[in-house]
């Protein structure tokens, strides 16, 4: 089995895939390409697409190849657009996957928009949004249209044999795909109780500040369904990476040690960064109409910045004595 080298990646690079399913050979069929998937990499390890399960994101140590030709890595040429377009794709996280509009880019009329997403509309309106048309029309493109265009140049040695312990992982329980899950759980009852088109959280934040009478209905479904302890779940599975006399204890090089603690205090300065950016947006919004909505926001996101400074400190220990 292949793997990308992660160190080799960079924050805005585009994967186009293909699989050895009827699905993605359906796809490349039509769309004459040897790709059928498009993602974006948004870095520290992560990448954001979208497939049948709708946008979410996912760990690029569990994306797996048969052979090297199932991957290639393209890399705008220009600068400045990486963080802004993996800023959109986040937004659009929990959004439903349309087939009907991937069909439309090759058949049928595409007047009528609607607010669904699939893997290459993800990246091409992501570039889009940071301010760079990457191909003719965002909105209805396919992966073998990313592939031609001139904005990106091809990445080389990215791919390299999996290692045995890098397969067992790939393969291992994924907790990402249990919060894919809770996300999707909690749009739909959202917009089952609202009777609304909601898509991704974002929106759902933004319904309930124009209606707060549904706030308390809201936060039920968020308490039932997990999502609210994720956190905390993630400490349970991965405590080295809260303490930082456990992740000294990790049975690895010092080499190695240094290089995942650089690595995991990179990734902590950045979710920091997010979650202060959320967290002060709720306080804003809590000052417009304050609700039981808002409340659950900011004491969710105090918890996320309080695992972060953890994460943090306990990286710049190992950092500071391996």
Known sequence: MYILDMNQLKEGDVLLTSEKSLTSKGV?????SGFSHAILYVGHGSYIHSDSKGVHSAN????LFDKPSRVKVLRPKAGGVATNASMYARSQIGKEYSIKEAVRTKIGTQRNKENKQFCSRLVAEAFEHA???VVENPSYCSPEDINHSSFFDEVSGVIRIATEEEVRFAKSFNPIQRQTEITNA??????RITKSKIQTLEELTLYVTSNPACADSIVDVY???GYLTMWQFEMEQNPWRYNGELFMSLPISREEKLSLAKFEAESAKKQLELYEYNYRAYEQLGKKAWSSYISMSLNLYSNLLKQMTSRLQASEYVIKNA
């Open 28 to 32: 490349r069929g039509v769309t004459f």
């Open 60 to 63: 690029i140590q569990r994306l």
């Open 131 to 133: 301010g760079k048309k």
């Open 186 to 191: 909690i749009l739909s009852e959202a917009r």
């Open 223 to 225: 308490t039932k369904s």
